[in-house]
């Protein structure tokens, strides 16, 4: 039993250090608040660990962690809508000289992608920011393939004719 | 198609993103408290018998109606003792009241006797009478107060004779003069 519960602590402690950094850009690109981010990665890892535990099937972890990053980002903005940080106070959240870079990516991001609709949005942050797999995409959002695939197409001829529109008024 | 990739060029991250370096230290800490059952274990065993002693206590404690008799019964007991003490205490007062009285009459007695004029007639009278009749007569006076010497203690009854001996003698003393 011990040995078990060595064996899964290693698991853990394994994914955190390989993992961690990529979930955390996940989370804050959704949030947008880097103390918030870190407490939805460690829920979800501490979830995916009790998961582990209790010895419920899990046949790609790395793909269940993601999931259950991902899930817990939407329940963030279930339970807390007040302190959802919305685009035109983004600039306005005070973040640390550290955090001033990965935040001004965050408006980037933010700012390319706010005409489009929330499920082309989110495709296009997990094809491009976060470089995940059509097929990944579409098990993440529970969505055919193909699905996935045309929704990220429109979204990127959008932002296309978008950017066209700029530069020609420029 | 080059503009199709310029954009999702646009989109890839540009910075790196670092996790705080606690991040990895709680999350470990936080799985190891899950696991190590230490806590529960420690604390349940206590809450258990604290629960028992109490219902124990509980079914031991007697009714409060049981605990008010007690209560009566043991001013009832109290009561009493009280009052012995008080006897106790009263009784060697009188003793020293009486080890006192005697003097008084010793003192008062053969004065009455010798300066009372009820005590003349009779001193006239006993110069009339022979000495056989006047010792009968002394004796008497002391017959009658013997019983009551024996009822107290030996030593007080010696001490008693020899006072009355004493006065015996003043008062022979006093026809003779």
Known sequence: MERETERLLEELERIVTERQDWLFRFAYMRIGIREDAEDVVQESLLSVFRRLREKMGIGNVEQYVIRAVSNACTDYFRRKPLRVVTLDKAELVSVGEADRQIHGEFVRISRLLETLPPEQQEIVRLKCYDDLTFKQIAELQDIPEATAKSRYRYAIMHLQQMIKKKGDKI | ?177
């Open chain 2, 1 to 177: 198609m080059n503009e199709f990739e310029d954009i999702e060029q646009l989109l890839k991250p540009q910075c790196e993103f670092k996790a705080s370096e606690t991040l990895k230290q709680e999350v470990m800490e936080k799985a190891r408290e899950e696991v190590s059952p230490r806590r529960t274990i420690k604390l349940w065993p206590w809450l258990a018998a604290a629960c028992v002693i109490g219902f124990i206590v509980m079914l031991l404690m007697p009714p409060k109606s049981a605990t008010e008799e007690k209560t009566l019964v043991a001013e009832k007991v109290e009561k009493p003792k009280a009052v012995e003490e008080k006897q106790v205490e009263t009784i060697p007062e009188p003793v020293n009241v009486k080890v006192e009285t005697p003097k008084r009459p010793k003192v008062k007695r053969p004065r009455k006797v010798v300066k009372e004029a009820p005590a003349k007639e009779p001193q006239e009278e006993p110069v009339q009478m022979s000495e056989e009749t006047r010792m009968e007569l002394l004796l008497a006076s002391l017959d009658k107060d013997v019983p009551q010497m024996e009822e107290k203690d030996s030593y007080e009854a010696i001490r008693q004779i020899r006072m009355r001996g004493e006065r015996l003698v003043s008062m022979y003393k006093a026809i003779d003069n």
